[in-house]
């Protein structure tokens, strides 16, 4: 039942955009600011991306009512501005389970619905998919107009750029709407958004010349369009985007509708081929705390919609982030070689501490993961140390520049890989559950994973003293265990496990964070009489190949536990056992990963469960591997703090 509010009389009428279409201009001015009102009160309970979402109230009013969506395909880039898309196309009463476990997903999903054509979150794929549906339509699939509405953020992306020049090139009808809010999370960077800055000031020049036009007698103000026509079409005279065979309308207020919904028309009935409508926008517009830090008010948690005080966890560990920015930090204080790399995320990363302190060894490239690597490929090169700290989701982006320009070069990158495994509310498309397997597998690097926040701290320190190749650490989203750090992280012997605690039935080897859960299962098979080996890899390359033979030869079972998909530290376990004959003397062998399919939003705690990867999870496992028939039901184990 769609939830109504006695102010939201025309968002109350709409049931999809055939409604919205229905209205007339002024009526969809008035709905967008029911619109906003709705969405503040929904995200105040939700929490999720609220800034971005808020940039484009007007925008995606318009934009409905203009185009003849479903049938066009309205394609956002990122798909975290999808909020009001989500509340005018029949999920208004759905919008208070986003990015909960069986809830909306908090970026556009075409499993979700007709309205989203294309599913997103990771930036800058929105053109290329919006080509892709422009040619369907000229093949004579049954697809109406493709529009990628991608930020000033998104657009500063290598993929981006390819998809511009090809869909310039193809020369087919297609609308590119540029919301250019002036910011990425943190302040953009770059050249281009530099360019658009310009564009913008220039805007009232360009329009000056328009109106000075128009003022002209007829026969001189055809003269003078004919000009400057011509000077516009000058090789260098137009703007980037005409130079690549767009057609440039712009820069417009994104926020009236006055301008937005005239615009939309004419070039909905005049484009003959690609179309760049420049909007410029605020990020956070129409509630003054989103307004006034936009950074903090990209992905908000609960939060007080008078005060717009966002719920904080109260006190607690700190967060891997945060302990990974203060370990960097101090490794920097004592070598003046060490920089440091993000893609567009200082704060997500933490490298935004160190920029504190040194901020000529801090570099934010935007949104370029590819182009991070290798930039950072080349410091190495030059001699300096670079840490490449980029999501495990997103270092995805850049995975033939990790091959390419780092292993087989053998270059000394350091890479901190936060949001190692699954990261809740995110959902799938930010799952970091692949970075081990694709790691593994090149010759040369070394791949560490933090068992916790004390460990992190050591592997940090191991890693700015490892100039002998590449190196990877990852650890999970959110806060640590609470365990106590130490003053200064020690140099890890590389290769090297660590053994907690001695058994002698099964031994659970561990790599990364579940550790703890692999604790509470052993506490847990010990009440059950069972003699229980907890050991941690620290390393999956290289493999403490002596541990693991040891582990074989003194148990009958062996279980290893990562947080990361098949093909990962598992699989390299195992490729060691079968080397060292293991399962010639019948060892029973279970290796606990993520399962084969995508694990949907939820809590952490949640999809971990989903994935069969609990404390209780463990248990059952070793059971099973020692024989030991699992007649009790998986009962919830507590993890020990
Ligand atoms: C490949 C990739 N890298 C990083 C991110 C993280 N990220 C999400 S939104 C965002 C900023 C996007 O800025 P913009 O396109 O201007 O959109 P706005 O938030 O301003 O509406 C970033 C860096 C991502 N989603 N995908
Ligand atoms: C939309 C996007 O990709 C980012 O905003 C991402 O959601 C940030 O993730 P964290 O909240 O884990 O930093
Ligand atoms: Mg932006």
Same mark, same amino acid.
């Given at each position: 039942m769609t939830q109504t509010r006695t102010d939201t009389p025309f968002l109350d009428r709409i049931a999809g955009p055939a409604d919205l279409r229905r209205l007339g201009d002024r009526e969809l001015a008035a709905l967008a600011r029911e619109l906003r009102s709705e969405l503040i009160s929904v995200v105040s309970e939700t929490g999720g991306h609220l800034g971005s979402s808020l940039g484009v109230v007007e925008l995606t009013v318009a934009l409905h009512a203009v185009f003849n969506t479903p049938m066009d395909k309205l394609i956002w880039d990122?798909?975290?501005?999808c909020y009001p898309h989500k509340i005018l196309t029949g999920r208004r009463d759905r919008m208070r389970t986003l990015r909960k476990k069986g809830g909306l997903s908090g970026f556009t999903k075409r499993a979700e619905s007709a309205f989203d054509p294309f599913g997103a979150a990771h930036s800058s794929t929105s053109i290329s998919a919006a080509l892709g549906f422009a040619v369907g339509r000229d093949m004579g699939q049954a697809t109406g107009d493709a529009i990628a509405v991608i930020g000033d953020g998104a657009i500063s992306a290598g993929m981006a750029y390819e998809a511009l020049n090809n869909a310039g090139a193809e020369g087919r009808r297609l609308f590119v709407i540029l919301n250019d809010n002036e910011m990425s999370i943190a302040p953009p960077v770059g050249a281009m958004s530099a360019y658009l800055g310009r564009l913008y000031r220039q805007a009232p020049f360009a329009r000056l010349a328009e109106a000075a036009e128009s003022a002209m007698p007829a026969p001189m103000r055809e003269g003078a369009r004919r000009a400057r026509q011509l000077v516009r079409g000058?090789?260098?005279?137009?703007t980037l985007f005409e130079e690549l065979g767009f057609d440039y309308v712009g820069p417009i207020d994104g926020h009236d509708m006055g301008q937005l919904l005239p615009v939309l028309r004419a070039a909905r009935a005049r484009a003959t081929g690609p179309v760049l409508i420049h909007c410029c926008t605020v990020k956070?517009?129409? $509630?003054a705390p989103a307004e006034k830090s936009a950074d903090k008010y990209h992905g908000v948690s609960t939060f007080d919609v008078t005060t717009g005080a966002q719920a904080k966890k109260a006190g607690g560990p700190p967060s891997y982030t945060s302990v990974f920015g203060k370990a960097l930090t101090e490794e920097a204080a004592r070598d003046p070689d060490i920089v440091a790399v993000t893609a567009a995320m200082p704060a997500g990363t933490g490298v935004s501490v160190m920029a504190e302190r040194f901020p000529a060894r801090v570099f934010d490239v935007g949104i370029a993961e590819q182009h991070g690597v290798t930039f950072a490929a080349g410091m190495a090169a030059s001699g300096l140390k670079p840490?490449?700290?980029? $999501?495990s989701t997103f270092l995805q982006r850049g995975f033939d520049q990790v091959v390419h320009d780092v292993a087989i070069q053998g270059l000394p990158v350091r890479f901190a890989i936060d949001r190692a495994g699954l990261v809740g509310a995110d959902g799938v498309t930010h799952a970091g559950a692949y970075d081990v397997a694709y790691l593994t597998c090149l010759p040369g690097f070394t791949v560490m994973a933090a068992a916790d926040e004390a460990e992190l701290t050591h592997m940090v320190a191991t890693a700015a003293a490892h100039d002998a190749g590449p190196i990877a650490f990852r650890y999970p989203r959110g806060a640590g265990t609470g365990v106590a750090l130490p003053e200064r992280g020690e140099v890890l012997q590389i290769g090297r496990g660590r053994v907690l605690q001695e058994g002698e039935d099964v031994a659970l080897l561990s790599f990364g964070a579940q550790l703890a859960e692999c604790l509470a299962a052993a506490k847990a098979l010990e009440d059950e009489g069972l003699s229980v080996t907890v050991a941690d890899a620290r390393f999956a390359k290289p493999l403490d190949t002596g541990l693991v033979l040891r582990l074989a030869r003194r148990h009958r079972a062996l279980v290893t536990v990562e947080q990361g998909a098949e093909g990962g530290f598992g699989s390299v376990v195992m490729h060691a056992l079968a080397r060292g004959g293991?399962?010639?003397?019948?060892l029973a062998l279970r290796t606990m990963c993520l399962p084969d399919r995508f694990i949907q939003q939820a809590s952490p705690a949640e999809m971990y469960a989903d994935a069969g990867l609990t404390a209780a999870d463990i248990a059952a496992t070793a059971r099973g591997a020692l024989g030991i028939a699992d007649t009790q039901t998986v009962v919830p184990i507590p993890l020990a703090r």
């Open positions: 990122v798909g975290h501005q000058m090789p260098g005279a137009g956070g517009k129409g $509630y840490f490449c700290a980029i $999501y293991a399962f010639d003397r019948g």
